[in-house]
């Protein structure tokens, strides 16, 4: 079982175990709402190009709140077995499902108050931090100043290159990936100028 199917299970999990009607970290959605987005993402390619281009928000809005009134144990089973067979994403989907299983299984877990980070393998936090060096580029692209991603043991990786300040994001791999994909309940410390570094902490670090 790959990361992206361990995570899956897991968040399978603890959907179940707070109930639909909890809080997440996207916005105004409830565990509810997110299942439904992971159903959508996955079933209905019509739909999901709403997630990317705005003309489809809407057919997107009312394909994700249909799947929202189905059964809540229906919606975690259609979650547990992913991407059917015939989904764009079933091949690729250790992959393309990494960081959107992994993420919004924290999503869920750090809207709860006491939220405490997990602690991942050697081996989990090696595979978030190769697609966080990968998908950093795209995360800080708006940055005005230079951003380098560190991990407690020394690796770096520099996401944004531009002349002037450096700001310096430090934290396990798993921290860096949730803050790349634009949240701000993480565990990390920075280097480098103040103002430099709130320009990069406020930065809107959507995908």
Not at 167 to 186: K, M, W, Y
Request: aromatic share 4%; hydrophobic share 40%; with cysteine.
């Amino acid at each position: 079982m790959n990361m992206a199917q361990r995570e899956r299970r897991d968040l399978v999990e603890t959907m179940s175990a707070v109930g639909p009607d909890a809080p997440t970290l996207c916005g105004t959605w409830t565990v509810r709402d997110l299942a439904a987005h992971l159903i959508v993402r996955e079933r209905r390619p019509d739909a999901s190009l709403g997630i990317m281009l705005k003309p489809f928000a809407g057919h997107l809005e009312s394909v994700q709140n249909k799947a929202a009134a189905k059964p809540f144990d229906d919606l975690l089973e259609l979650v547990r077995t992913g991407p059917p067979l015939w989904s764009p994403l079933k091949p690729i989907d250790a992959v393309a499902n990494l960081g959107e299983m992994f993420v919004h299984h924290e999503d869920v877990r750090r809207a709860a108050p006491g939220w405490e980070p997990r602690r991942l393998d050697a081996d989990d936090e090696t595979t978030l931090w190769n697609m966080v060096r990968r998908m950093g580029r795209a995360a800080y692209r708006k940055s005005p100043v230079a951003v380098v991603l560190e991990t407690q043991d020394g690796r770096q990786a520099q996401v944004k290159k531009v002349q002037g300040p450096v700001v310096t994001l430090v934290g396990a791999p798993s921290e860096l990936v949730l803050h790349a994909f634009g949240r701000d309940q993480v565990r990390i410390e920075t280097r480098g100028e103040p103002d430099a570094v709130r320009a990069v902490l406020e930065l809107d670090r959507s995908i």
